[in-house]
């Protein structure tokens, strides 16, 4: 609906008039609902009457200034801020930028013989301003008058312009039809997914592996409530039909792997999971002890794999240190020492389970 404020403004003694130009207006709006144009019309009588911390006057001039239609009427009397209102709108229609200068002022003066000097000089004021004003007789020939400036306004199509769309019409169809139909079949698509149940796939990925020793098989194992179910895994696997109270949910997932570092981490359901996982310690050492025949400890024992070599101590002890990129399920290992039989074996490397080397003269 295109709105268009109008201010009506005259002196006390034209209380009445004023009151069936409201009237007017609202037959008018009657005749113009069709077009959605509607006519808001707002005398003083609109604002509040009581005492405030501004002046009241104030707030009609700043309404006046950003009306579209400015109305005034005027008899025998000027009325006592009736001239201050005039000032305003032709100051904000002056003052108006664009195309649209508003606010549009009509000024009418009700005949009457024994017009009050005021009246005079201020019909002589306005003809400086090179304001045309009109008279009326009575309250029909008004209504044409202000019916006929109306009507050309409406052909202007500036001011009054009627709305192309009726946005409420619109909007009702739109939610009646459209949205409320979206709604219950997002609803249902909602709801058919919530109690769907989900899936998982978990898949793993070693940040760094040995050459020729990739990742071979372990297990994951997915808890969630009261329920563990656990899957071996050699690339990914997937978990079926999770609950769809589960959904979106973080669960617990863990991992375990020979020759890996095991650890439990939380996810979401229904998605992709990537495990990130890492090779422990577990090849990287051979430990032992060096003895002679008689069991006694053997020490400067040269003791190799592949190119790296250490010796052992008065104990006869050795820990012996393989590099990442060297390291293999399987080593060959060698012990030497000057006067002794040189001992070669191929074995298990392990943090835990000591080498026991026995040489012979």
Known sequence: ???????????????????????????????????????????????????????????????????????????????????????????????????????????????????????TDF???????????????????????????????????????????????????????????????????LSYYYFQPTDMTVKVIEIQSIPGLGFKQGEVTLLY???????????EVIFKQIPSKYKNDKVKLSFDASGYISYDTLVKTGQIVELAINRDKSLGVIFGTVKNENMQPLKDVIISVKDIQVITDENGKFRLEIPFMKQAEEQRLTAYKSGYQAWDFTGVPSQTNEWKILLKK
């Open 1 to 119: 609906m295109k709105k268009v404020k109008i201010f009506l403004a005259s002196s006390a003694e034209l209380d009445q008039d004023k009151l069936q130009v409201e009237l007017f207006v609202s037959r008018k709006n009657k005749d113009w609902h069709d077009k959605r144009i509607f006519l808001e019309l707002t005398t003083w009588k609109d604002f509040i009457s009581s005492i405030t911390e501004e002046r009241t006057q104030n707030e009609y001039n700043q309404y006046i200034q950003c009306s579209d239609i400015s109305i005034f009427l005027f008899h025998t009397k000027l009325g006592r801020y009736t001239k201050e209102e005039f000032d305003n709108a032709h100051m904000a229609f002056l003052s108006s930028k664009g195309y649209v200068k508003k606010p549009r002022i009509y000024t009418y003066f009700k005949s009457d013989i024994g017009e009050n000097p005021e009246i």
């Open 123 to 189: 019909r002589n004021y306005i003809d400086s301003l090179d304001h045309f004003y009109d008279t009326y007789e009575n309250m029909d020939e008004l209504f044409v008058k202000i019916n006929r400036q109306l009507d050309k306004l409406e052909n202007e199509g500036i001011i009054i312009k009627p709305e192309a769309i009726d946005l409420p019409k619109v909007i009702k169809y739109a939610v009646y039809y459209f949205l409320l139909p979206l709604l219950v079949l997002g609803g249902a698509i």
């Open 225 to 235: 409530g009261d329920k563990s179910e656990t899957k071996e895994i050699k690339d």
